[in-house]
């Protein structure tokens, strides 16, 4: 039988989903088909509406290797496995004679531990385990999510949290999931055979497509033991976002709460003199973290200094004695000992890691007082240590023995694809090396009409934003704005100060458009509700810049209050500008521009979601259009109609609006 192409396999499975065939979609499986066939790397940006799920999924089936495509949202992720997938593999089973089997697979804290569930939970103060259903009030929250997850692990197959609706808070979680490194090991748990997180690693191995997370790709990546089944082919999916996810799992964190704890467990494990060692080392740190130390520590203090090495060397004396001391009279003893060394191994790798002073790490103090009270005063201190940059561990441990596919909306910035390339580790497009990754960028472009879809307008008349300065002129502009739109908008602001004022003044101004803010509801009823009423703004940062999909008339205005910059005193980004410029090279585009930058293309991507969304994005910062750096941003950002002319803005934007109206009417 003769094999069947690429075209005849995308076809049936557009037509299984029931989508449309796009030019940009069919490109990009021709793309992702090459470099599987020549093992060679891709970054491939596909606009919203492409279809980029089946434009990797089709091309990967057909190869008949194993593929793991990793994501960073639990949305693309049911996606795929609830939607895509299924779908896709029906539709090829007939051509390709076959149907690839496909699996999720997560970190084992997102699986519900059964030894935690019927045993108990280690307690940090007395012997052994305590019963969590006993120990919670019935009626507190606590004691209500507790009785659904131990009626819930009755009845589900998969014992993963994200499958618990609704779900429960972390506090609850936590009783009932344990780490990797507190987990006793399936030859040595009661529960070994009917562990939910073994389950999932074995559908996983016996599965042609896993599903996973940017996380545990981090983590198969840094460990070194993989966690991920061994495969040809990497999908990294919203790729976008695997620097962050990556530096964050690289991140360590020591506080004087979480070395307390790891003493209380530790201390009726071992003997008197290392109990009374750990227990001193962590008295000493625990008085300097009350002192007010800067934010990033170029150089470690003497003083701080010595208190790490102490503490270090007290837990590396607790860790030997742990495994070398039984006590058959602890209930459970091997997992309270498990936990107790999962606690200190930690606070000994992140002493140890601050004490070694790598030039390669950044080290900071953070003060995180919400209540500004003196009772938080200790469990809102923290000693935070991360990776300067994790682009040679990317270029060592991605792309090596694998074909690596990297796709998104935004991954072309400024024109070309060498700023997101960099930061994952690869040279230019086209450089040649014997140890370098050899790369292909390709832009696949939107079925969206971009330059009659939207407009792009630049407040060019306001002043020039001051850090954290109120912005007076701002506020007018954006009031107006919102008026002239009849609602109908995403506020995205660069600092949640920013949006929660701009909120306040709105409500106070316009109280006929509902503001809505982040953090006043959870997240996704923020976003019901604002897709739910034509009417009402929605305000927020960080998420919201990348997280909302509303296609239709509920989000026609999207403003923007500046260019998203790092603040000067993020440690982590203003080592990374730094260390390029002591380098030779120019340190704000690398880093504060390119961070920008992606985020301004993320957040002007909510604004059309479909082909008959109309609207604006609104830029309320003149250093868009007057900054050197501004044509990058502007290209960076999808083709749309750019002006400066805000009369131009409010008639479209009260065209839009009355178009909008007409349409509901009738």
């Known amino acids: 039988m003769t094999k069947p192409s690429l075209p005849e396999l995308l076809h049936a499975a557009v037509t299984a989903v029931g989508g449309m065939e796009r030019p940009g979609q069919v490109t990009m499986a021709q793309a992702v088909e090459q470099v599987i066939d020549d093992g060679s790397h891709l970054l491939v940006q596909a606009g919203t509406g492409t279809g980029k799920s089946l434009g990797y999924l089709v091309p990967a089936l057909a190869h008949g290797e194993r593929v793991v495509v990793a994501t960073a949202t639990l949305a693309l992720q049911r996606q795929l496995v609830e939607r895509d997938l299924p779908r896709t593999v029906e539709a090829l089973h007939p051509l390709l004679r076959r149907r690839p089997e496909f699996a999720m697979l997560k970190g084992r804290s997102n699986y519900l531990c059964l030894h935690r569930l019927h045993e108990g939970v280690p307690q940090d103060e007395e012997e052994g385990l305590f019963d969590q259903f006993e120990a919670a009030a019935p009626t507190s929250k606590l004691g209500q999510d507790l009785i659904r997850l131990r009626d ?37 748990c009661a529960y070994g055979a009917e562990c939910f997180a073994e389950m999932a690693r074995e559908r996983a191995k016996l599965s042609e497509v896993v599903v996973t997370n940017h996380a545990l790709l981090a983590i198969d990546a840094i460990e070194g033991a993989p966690v991920l089944p061994q495969h040809e082919v990497l999908i990294v999916d919203e790729a976008h976002e695997l620097v962050s996810r990556v530096t964050g799992v690289a991140t360590g964190e020591l506080t004087p709460g979480q070395v307390n704890r790891a003493v209380r467990r530790a201390a009726k494990l071992v003997n008197e003199k290392a109990a009374d060692q750990l227990q001193t080392a962590a008295e000493g740190f625990e008085r300097l973290m009350e002192l007010a130390l800067p934010g990033r520590l170029e150089e470690i203090p003497e003083d701080l200094g010595y208190a790490l090495m102490a503490l270090r060397d ?27 060394l999962a606690s200190v191994e930690t606070v000994h790798d992140v002493a140890e890691r601050i004490s070694n002073g790598s030039e390669w790490d950044v080290v900071w103090y953070e003060r995180h007082d919400p209540r500004g009270g003196a009772a938080y005063r200790h469990s809102g201190a923290s000693l935070r240590v991360a990776p300067m940059s994790v682009s040679g561990l990317l270029r060592e441990k991605l792309f090596a023995d694998r074909s690596v596919v990297l796709t998104s909306a935004t991954l072309k910035l400024g ?18 090396g014997e140890d370098l990754p050899q790369w292909k960028g390709v832009d ?5 009409d971009y330059p009659k879809q939207g407009i792009l307008y630049v407040a060019k008349h306001l002043a020039r934003p001051a850090r954290d300065g109120d912005r007076a002129d701002m506020l007018d502009e954006l009031t107006e704005l919102i008026q002239a739109a009849g609602g109908r908008t995403l506020g995205l602001f660069s600092s949640m100060r920013a949006a ?12 006929e458009f509902p503001i809505l803010l982040q953090g006043e509801e959870t997240l996704g009823e923020l976003i019901k509700n604002f897709a739910a009423d034509p009417k009402t703004c929605l305000f927020g940062t960080l998420s919201l810049w990348q997280g909302v999909d509303v296609p239709g008339p509920s989000c026609q205005l999207v403003v923007m209050d500046k260019i998203p910059f790092p603040r ?35 957040g002007a991507g909510r604004l059309v979601r479909a082909s008959g969304d109309r609207g604006v994005v ?35 934007l009260a065209a839009i609006d009355q178009a909008a109206r007409q349409t509901e009417e009738a």
């Open 314 to 340: 007290a837990a590396r004396t607790v860790i030997s004695a742990i495994g070398s001391t039984r006590d058959k009279s602890v209930q459970d003893e091997d997992a309270v000992r498990k936990q107790a």
């Open 415 to 432: 024109g070309d694809f060498n700023g997101v390339g960099a930061s994952l580790g690869l040279a230019p497009e086209g450089t040649e």
């Open 618 to 652: 609104a830029v309320l910062d003149q250093r868009l259009a007057t900054a050197r750096y501004g044509s990058y941003l502007k290209a960076s950002l999808p083709d749309f109609w750019y002006t400066t002319d805000r009369n131009q803005v409010r008639k479209s």
């Open 500 to 511: 929660q004022l701009a909120a306040e003044e709105l409500r106070v101004r316009s109280p």
């Open 568 to 602: 000067p005193d993020d440690p982590v980004m203003s080592a990374r500008q730094k260390a390029v410029e002591d380098a030779g090279g120019n340190g704000f585009m690398a880093v504060a521009a390119t961070h920008a930058a992606l985020l301004m293309a993320q």
């Open 152 to 188: 819930w692990s009755q009845e589900t197959e998969t014992g993963d949290r994200d499958d618990l609706t609704p779900g429960v808070s972390d506090r609850a979680w936590s009783q009932i999931s344990v780490s990797s490194r507190e987990c006793l090991g399936a030859s040595k």
């Open 444 to 448: 696949v472009g939107s079925p969206f």
